[in-house]
Every structure is written in C-alpha cells, then in structure tokens.
C-alpha cells in the first residue's frame, strides 16, 4: 500500500496501452486487476507483460522475480468485478468516446466512492469523459506512452471538474510509478505530446506525398540528423496506423488545424496497421514483431531538418501562448516522452527562431495551408531579435552569449569557449585568402578575453573544410598564388602560437547531428 492510500488499481482494457500499464503498477508492488473482453485477449495481455518482464528482468531492471510481479496481476472479463476493492482505476480500452463512457458508467457505480477515476484517452476530452460519472472531481487524464514499461512520461491532465486532490494525488502516484508527471493545464486536444508528434508526423507525410521524398530517406534523416530513436514512419508502424489515423482525425475535429496523410488512410483502408497486422509503411516478420527498419549512417543527410521540426516548434508556441503548459514541461514532455535527445525549445533556439518562422513561412506560401501560419510568439520573438542562442535569448537565455559575423565566418563567444564557424554551408572547400584573415582576426579577438579559455573552429555545412576554394587558382598567376599562401601560413601559425587551445570540431557526415544541434548552419 502506498502511502497515498493506494493499494488496488483496476485497468480497463489490456490492448497495447493496457497490458503495459498493468505491467507498470504490478511492478511498483500494486495490486492490478486487468479487465478485458475476452479470455483471449487476456491470455495473450499476460504473455505479453511476461515477455517485456523477462526482458526486464535481464537487463537487470527489475527488483524482484517476474513470477512475483505476475502474481499480482489478476484478470476479469467483467468491469464490476474488476473494479469492486479498487483505489485507483486507469481505463485504456480503444479510443471511441461512446465506449469509454459506457464503461466509466458501469464502472462508476461498483467502484468504491473515494476511487480516483483516470483516462489513458491521447485524444478524447476529460470534462466530457468526467460527465459519464458521478466523481467528476475524483476523474482526471493519465496518458502513459508507448511502450508503458520503458517510456518515462506521463501526461496528467485536468478536466473542467478535476480538483487539485485528485492532480496531486495523480501526480505522486505516478512517481511512485517510477515515471516523470507533465501536468497539462488545459484539456486540449491531443495534449502536449500528440499535438508536438503529430506536426512532425505530418510534415513527413506531406514531404512524402507532395515532394516525392522517399519515407525510408525521411525516416533516416530523423535518426541519423536529429538523433532520434525512431523515424518518423517507423514511430507511425509502431504506434499503430489505425490508432494514429484516429489521433489526426479526433484532434482535428475538435480544432486542431492540419491536413490530414493520404498516405495514412491509404495504408489503413488495405488493412495494413503497422507492427500490429505485420505491414505497415515497413514490412516486418510477423504481426506485433517490430523489428527496427535499417537506415544506412550516410542516409537522408542532404534532406532538411529545421523544415521537418518547424511546424512542432510553432505547436511549442501556440501551447505556450494558450498557457497548456510551460516550455520546460513541453521539452520535458519531448525528452522524456518520445525520447528526443534535447527539448524543442533547445532545438529552436539552436535552430534560430528567424529561421524557424521562415521555413514556416515558405510551408505556408508553397501549400497554402493555414496550419503553417507562423505564431504570433514567434514572429514576435524575431521582432524582438530573440533569434535563440545566437543573439543570447530565444525561449532560453544565454546570458554572455555574443555573436559577430565577419564575410565568411562567424564568431560566438559562448564563455568558456569561443567558436569559429566557416561559414560556407554549400561548399567542402571553403578555405579563401579572406577566410584565413578573418580567422586570424577573430583569435586575436578573444586571446585576451578572460571569458574564453578555449577556441573551437567548425563548419556549417556537409564537411569541417575540405581544403582551399580552388576556383581561386583558376588563372592565378604563380606570383599571386604565393601572396595567397602566405594567409594561409599566418593562419596556421597564429593557431600553432596561440595562447589558448583551439579545437577543430570536425563536422564530417557522421557527426551532422553534432553540428546540426551545435551550429545553425543556415543561421540568419
Ligand atoms: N518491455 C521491456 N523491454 C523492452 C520493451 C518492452 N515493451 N520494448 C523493447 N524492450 C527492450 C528491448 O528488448 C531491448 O533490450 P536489449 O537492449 O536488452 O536487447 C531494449 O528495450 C531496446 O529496444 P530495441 O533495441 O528494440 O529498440 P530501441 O533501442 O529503439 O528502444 C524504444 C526502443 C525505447 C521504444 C525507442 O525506440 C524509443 O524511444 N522510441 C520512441 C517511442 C515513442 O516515441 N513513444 C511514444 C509514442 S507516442 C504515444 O505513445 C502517445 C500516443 O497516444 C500515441
């Protein structure tokens, strides 16, 4: 028994969602009774939480044996038995408000009184889901992500009726659950995560259809550019096409402004639902057997990130500008539930938001799609000269940050270090005569600023610096190719004299992410 008085939870549905929430409690030490329609369906929910169990287990995750963790699960095919002892319910049947409903009414009525009522809906409203109750202010949203066991996000949202009890008692519980809390403050569609996931998701798919972009190239430029766990297509599979089909509709019915995927519907109409049916936008060895699609390390790198995250940086500002939630709870909400390596907030500011407005912009212009409409935050933010990290603020401070920008590279003092950035994106050799002075000028300008203790000279492009602009020597004559060479030699002196280490972060194709996440390249 927890110390919030919470000792038996019931969980409605043992789907995908369900069984892996059941899972969650059984092995924070609570007693779950797991409900579903069929003794079937249950069967196989207990196999599948043995599995991930095991799995688990190896890796030396869980505290106690796996027959024990079993033990507390005990299964029913009827809500009124599942529900009679409980503290706690968590529903997870499929997303159909009118199913939902009917099984809250049922369950409302042999439920305990003082049970807290909990949603895993990523897509139904609270208040309305509350009103099939007698306990509105004992109801709230509690939507784990997928795979339950292994993601670390929850996202809690309030109803119209929810009291501040039932958030608090929601919220410790779920650290019980060893799983970090978001609290949503307002019961929007799709919440945070839906919302952020779905503009990505359906950016890809226009890129897909409209431009003729290959999935497996969209998908290997999420993992090999943004560092992301899975692509977006993947993501898609394993989720679910039906499940995520059903998000884009349900959150656009109710105002969430976006196109929907022909590719989606298309696939679904076929049968085809991803891991779930064995086929999806990938084929795998059977059905419910995700195995990851390959990707080639060198794959998708010419295609463009910033236009990819773009639309979920303008849902960053629109939940913002709403007060949904605050920019730390929507990065945490990124990190944490869907694995992302930095925040969107990090992105965008690293990104540049002037940059961000006008890959939204050419969306909008080119599609004529209001949903690209860039954010009044945004586009006041550039107005303001909130660009990000390069003018010292954007979402985030960057207190002692400078920028200055010379011809053709650019210089940010960045305490402790300062960064050189040859900023010639399109070429590999971008070395000139004027790059070499403008080095030169730019270490003589922090040698003897005590903020910086170390120089770093990078790229902005596909590779550090392949050489010299060679166009330079076409027609040179032998007396001008030896003026050329001495700021070349200047330049390799002044480095090798300096009084400061000076680092050359070599940004070639393996490391784009580190140079994607480190340095604008297409900085404004
Ligand atoms: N239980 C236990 N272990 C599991 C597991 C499960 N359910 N699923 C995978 N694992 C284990 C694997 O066996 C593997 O273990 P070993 O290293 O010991 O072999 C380990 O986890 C890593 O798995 P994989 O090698 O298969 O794959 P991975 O490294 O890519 O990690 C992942 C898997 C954590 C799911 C990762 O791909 C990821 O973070 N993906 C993004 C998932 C995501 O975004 N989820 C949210 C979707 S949105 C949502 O859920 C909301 C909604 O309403 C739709």
Not at 72 to 99: G, Q
Not at 335 to 352: I, M, Q, R, T, V
Request: proline content about 6%; overall charge negative.
């Amino acid at each position: 028994m927890s110390n919030l008085g919470i000792r038996r939870v019931a969980v409605l549905g043992a789907g995908t969602m369900g069984h892996g929430i059941a899972e969650v409690f059984a092995m924070s030490g609570f007693e779950v009774n797991l409900m579903d329609v069929s003794d079937e369906i249950l069967r196989n929910a207990l196999n599948r939480i043995r599995d991930s169990l095991e799995r688990l287990s190896r890796r030396g995750e869980l505290r106690e044996g796996v027959d024990a963790i079993m033990s507390r699960i005990h299964t029913t095919t009827k809500v009124a038995e599942a529900v009679r002892d409980i503290d706690f319910l968590v529903e997870a049947v499929p997303e159909n408000a009118d199913l939902k409903k009917s099984i809250f009414r049922e369950a409302d009525q042999y439920a305990p009184p003082h049970a807290i009522f909990a949603s895993n809906t990523s897509t139904i409203p609270i208040t309305e889901l509350s009103e099939a109750t007698s306990r509105r202010e004992k109801f709230v949203g509690m939507h784990f992500m997928n795979p339950p066991p292994l993601m670390k996000l929850v996202e809690i949202t309030r109803g119209k009726y929810t009291s501040d009890d039932t958030v608090n008692i929601t919220v410790q519980l779920t650290r019980i659950l060893n799983k970090e809390p978001v609290v949503v403050n307002k019961d929007v569609p799709g919440f945070i995560v839906n919302r952020v996931l779905f503009r990505v998701m359906l950016e890809a798919c226009r890129e897909a259809t409209q431009e003729g972009i290959k999935i497996v190239d969209l998908d290997a430029m999420a993992r090999n550019v943004l560092g992301l766990p899975m692509g977006t297509f993947e993501l898609l599979d394993y989720i679910g096409l039906d499940t995520s089909l059903f998000i884009v509709k349900a959150m656009t019915e109710r105002g969430f402004k976006a196109h929907s995927c022909p590719l989606l519907e298309d696939l679904v109409s076929k049968g085809k639902l991803g891991v779930k049916s064995g086929e999806g936008f990938y084929k795998y060895p059977g059905p419910g057997q995700y195995v990851k699609p390959r990707v080639l390390p060198e794959q998708g790198l010419e295609l463009d990130p910033i236009r990819l995250m773009a639309p979920a940086i303008n849902e960053l500002a629109w939940l913002v500008r709403e007060g949904v939630a605050t920019v730390d709870d929507i990065d945490k909400s990124v990190k944490l539930g869907l694995n992302y390596p930095w925040g969107l907030s990090e992105f965008a500011d690293e990104a540049g938001i002037d940059n961000i407005v006008d890959a939204l912009t050419q969306l909008k212009n080119a599609s004529g799609w209001e949903e690209y409409e860039p954010d009044p935050l945004l586009t006041n933010y550039v107005k303001e000269g909130r660009l990000g990290r390069k003018s010292g603020r954007g979402f985030r401070e960057y207190p002692g940050v400078e920028f200055r920008r010379y011809e053709e590279i650019m210089l940010r003092i960045d305490p402790p270090s300062a960064w050189i950035i040859l900023n010639k994106p399109d070429k590999l050799n971008v070395l000139t005569p004027k790059m070499a002075d403008e080095i030169v000028n730019a270490l003589r300008s922090v040698e003897d600023d005590p903020r910086v203790r170390v120089v770093v000279i990078t790229g902005s492009g596909r590779a550090f610096c392949a050489g010299a602009d060679i166009n330079q020597f076409q027609n040179a004559t032998p007396m001008q190719m030896f003026k050329a060479m001495r700021h070349y030699h200047s330049m390799t002196l002044e480095i090798e004299y300096y009084t400061k280490p000076v680092i050359a972060a070599i940004n070639a194709m393996p490391l784009v992410v580190v140079w994607r996440l480190l340095w604008p390249a297409t900085s404004g």
